[in-house]
C-alpha cells in the first residue's frame, strides 16, 4: 500500500484585502527584560527568530520569521467581533504601508519593515502594564533590518553542508 502524502497546512495567509487598522510596533529589549541594570539599554521593535521555520515557503533564502508585539487595543476590537487571525491581518496591513512621501521627493519609500505577512498559528493577545498588545510572529522579506534585534538566518541545504565538509578535510 502506497501512503498518501499530508496535505501541507498554510502558515500564513493574505491580507491585500484587509482594511488596516491603526496600530505600532512596541519597542523591546533583545532579551524581553533580561539585562543588568548598570547597563544601557538598546531597545527596537523586534527580533529575528533563531528557529528554522521550514513551513514557510523559501524560508532562509528570500523569508525570515521575527517575534514583535503590536500595540493595539484588541479588547475593543473583539468586542466588536472581529477574530484574533482578523485583527492580527489587519495590523499588518497597516504596518506594510510606505510611509508618506516628502514634498519633493522622487524616490518611491518602501515599508519601513519590509513586506510583512502574518504567521497565523501564533498570535497571542496580551496586556502589560496597563498597555495591551499582540504577541506575534510574522514573515518579512528583509534579511537584515535596523528596526530589529539580529539577523535572518542562512538557509543551509545539504549541498552546501557537503561542500564546507569537503573544505575541513
Same mark, same amino acid.
Given at each position: 500500500m502506497a501512503k498518501t502524502a499530508k496535505k501541507k497546512e498554510k502558515f500564513h495567509f493574505d491580507v491585500s484585502g484587509l482594511t488596516p487598522v491603526e496600530c505600532t510596533l512596541l519597542k523591546q529589549t533583545e532579551f524581553l527584560g533580561y539585562h543588568n541594570r548598570d547597563e544601557e539599554v538598546e531597545y527596537r521593535e523586534g527580533k529575528y527568530h533563531g528557529s528554522m521555520f521550514w513551513e514557510v515557503d523559501e524560508f532562509g533564502s @528570500? @523569508?525570515? $520569521? $521575527?517575534? $514583535?508585539r503590536i500595540a493595539v487595543d484588541w479588547e475593543k476590537h473583539f468586542a466588536d467581533g472581529t477574530t484574533k487571525q482578523e485583527l492580527f491581518g489587519r495590523c499588518i496591513a497597516h /504596518?506594510? /504601508?510606505p510611509p508618506k512621501r516628502m514634498k519633493f521627493q522622487r524616490r518611491q519609500t518602501k515599508p519601513r519593515y519590509g513586506k510583512l505577512s502574518p504567521v497565523s498559528h501564533w498570535i497571542y493577545p496580551k496586556e502589560e502594564d496597563g498597555v495591551k498588545y499582540l504577541s506575534a510572529l510574522v514573515i518579512t522579506d528583509k534579511k537584515r533590518c535596523r528596526y530589529f534585534f539580529g539577523q535572518g538566518p542562512a538557509n543551509l541545504t545539504m549541498k552546501s553542508v557537503r561542500r564546507m565538509r569537503q573544505k575541513r578535510d
Open positions: @528570500k @523569508k525570515w $520569521v $521575527v517575534c $514583535v /504596518l506594510n /504601508l
